[in-house]
């Protein structure tokens, strides 16, 4: 059984680029999570999907943030324009409802 | 505002000692995981808990919703025991919203 699935692994992009990372959730899950994780601010959570519909959409994040669900088996997080403080690893996450959650290995983001 | 948070931050225990780590919520929730995460790794789930007592090997939890907390015990330590501890709760009604505190950095010596 696969478990969630991102990538890239690693980007680098320059200042003000566009950057699109994907997942693809364990199979069946229905919620779907994007997450931030930084050393001074932990995990943050971008967005969160239930049965493809946007629950969450990262508040804060929302400017410059936007994840989608195309189907029930990926998702995609674009960050555009991008800048520097956006360097972080970015975590998805699946689960079945009310249930334990699986994350994926993440995608490390420098931004130069 | 921090709506979970984590005590301690860090830790450093010997080999085969006890660790008690704390969660406290500022908000209710009824849904409590515990995660582990290896520097550079993935996180893994350790215990979903939410409320009463849960065990998994030297892994014990026990969370009392009314008060607002829950806690993770490790039992006689090991090395590989090292790494950053994460508590989440669920935020939210109608909604499966999971929020993560800090983390509790364990370090066990040999």
């Known amino acids: 059984d696969a478990g969630v699935t991102q990538t890239p692994r690693h980007e680098v992009a320059e200042k003000g680029q566009t950057i699109i990372l994907k997942c693809e959730p364990v199979s069946g899950h229905n919620d779907l999570f994007w997450y931030r994780q930084t050393k001074i601010q932990g995990l943050e959570l971008l967005s969160y999907?239930?049965?493809?519909?946007?629950?969450?959409d990262g508040g804060a994040f929302k400017d410059r943030f936007k994840a989608e669900m195309l189907n029930s088996s990926f998702s995609t997080l674009k960050i555009q324009p991008t800048e520097p403080k956006d360097s972080a690893v970015y975590l998805c996450?699946?689960?079945?409802?009310?249930?334990?959650?699986?994350f994926g290995a993440g995608t490390r983001l420098s931004v130069l | 505002e921090q709506q979970v948070q984590q005590s301690p931050a860090s830790l450093v225990l010997q080999e085969a000692e006890n660790a008690e780590l704390q969660c406290s919520f500022s908000i209710f929730t009824n849904q409590v995981q515990w995660f582990y995460q290896r520097p550079g790794g993935r996180l893994v789930s350790l215990l979903y808990?939410?409320?009463g007592t849960k065990q998994s090997g030297r892994l014990t939890s026990t969370t009392v919703i009314k008060e607002r907390r829950s806690s993770l015990h490790i039992s006689s330590s090991q090395i590989t025991d090292s790494g950053t501890y994460l508590c989440?709760?669920?935020?939210?009604?109608?909604?499966?919203?999971?929020?993560f505190g800090k983390g509790t950095h364990l370090h066990v010596l040999p």
């Open positions: 999907f239930r049965s493809k519909s946007l629950m969450e």
């Open positions: 808990n939410p409320s």
């Open positions: 989440a709760m669920e935020r939210g009604t109608n909604a499966y919203k999971v929020i």
């Open positions: 996450a699946s689960s079945a409802s009310k249930n334990t959650l699986y």
